[in-house]
């Protein structure tokens, strides 16, 4: 699997989600099979560069080779000079939002709401594969809603302006994350253009990894939710499509390291309110896949303010499971 110059390790990509693609995830998950980690939206207005939660962002410090940097916007120039500010910082692919669903995105005539101005998307992408001498992807839904699915459209419209692979959400705007996305879309696209296509949405297993590739015939996978509490899915999936069997699960002694890790890393990264803050939502999802029973608990753990506290609670989680399945 090829971006412009960049050959992938495999066809798995780390989806980017505001909020949880930070550098931690994002690390977290190469190493564990994802092919390339692409980071969160950022804002394509230079007001925004040197808040700190934008630079957050864009920190890409230590990341493996090909680093994904998605920006968002709707100023054909503006968009070109995030490309080109982004670049200079680092980034070796420019991947540009028009499938986010969130209000606050639609709102100001961005994300996924693009889909409905295809002059628009045109005039954006041209100016930012014309800005910037590295690949540039884009990302987007099958269209604005069910009734106006223009996803192959705007594929034929990407392809000329230059960019080097789609990345296709299986549901409209306005279907959000509700139902079930369906990839007959994604199929309609990828037998309509030349360029890589990646499907999205619901994958959550190796077998569902591989309907979905069956079906599409795509290129390759970006896999977003199903990372979440899970960052193993990649090589649990990568297994699974190179050998047809499915791969051992992680121990319990692989997974505490694993969350250990993670958290201890987003307290370092972050600072210590910020890194217990944003660690409360992984470590939800973590225990979740684990045992739901534990919910309460963990819930409860949403309490705590300390770095070392947070860790303390994840010891004994594992440590009362353990005992408890000993005794089962």
């Not at 369906?182 to 309609?188: A, P, S, V």
């Not at 977003?224 to 499509?241: K, N, S, T, Y």
Request: net charge positive; glycine share 6%.
């Amino acid at each position: 699997m090829k971006i412009g110059p960049y050959t992938l390790s495999n066809n798995l990509v780390l989806s980017p989600m505001a909020g949880i693609t930070d550098r931690p995830f994002r690390q977290l998950c190469r190493e564990l099979g994802a092919g390339l980690a692409v980071s969160e939206m950022t804002a394509s207005n230079p007001a925004l560069r040197n808040h700190r939660r934008t630079l957050l962002k864009l920190d890409n410090t230590g990341e493996q080779e090909p680093r994904s940097v998605q920006i968002v916007g709707t100023t054909p120039e503006q968009m070109a000079n995030a490309a080109k500010f982004n670049a200079s910082n680092g980034a070796q692919i420019i991947d540009i939002n028009m499938g986010c669903p969130a209000k606050k995105v639609c709102n100001v005539a961005a994300g996924s709401a693009l889909l409905r101005d295809e002059p628009l998307v045109k005039q954006i992408l041209e100016a930012v594969v014309s800005a910037v001498d590295i690949p540039v992807t884009l990302k987007i839904r099958t269209g604005w809603d069910p009734s106006n699915k223009n996803a192959a459209t705007i594929a034929k419209i990407a392809e000329q302006a230059g960019i080097q692979a789609l990345a296709i959400h299986g549901r409209t705007r306005e279907c959000k994350y509700k139902g079930d996305a369906e990839f007959d879309t994604i199929k309609l696209v990828k037998n309509s253009v030349g360029i890589p296509i990646f499907a999205n949405g619901d994958i959550t297993t190796p077998q569902r990894a591989l309907e979905v590739l069956e079906h599409t015939q795509a290129d390759g996978l970006l896999i977003g939710r199903g990372a979440q509490g899970r960052p193993w899915i990649f090589r649990e999936i990568d297994h699974f499509l190179k050998t047809g069997s499915e791969l051992e699960s992680p121990s319990m002694k692989e997974i505490q390291s694993i969350i250990t890790r993670h958290i201890i890393d987003l307290h370092q990264f972050y600072g210590e309110i910020m890194g217990v803050r944003i660690a409360r939502k992984h470590i939800a999802w973590y225990f979740s896949h684990i045992d739901s029973s534990l919910m309460p608990l963990v819930k409860k753990s949403f309490l705590l303010q300390e770095p070392q506290q947070q860790l303390d609670f994840i010891d004994h989680i594992f440590k009362t499971y353990k005992k408890n399945d000993q005794a089962a």
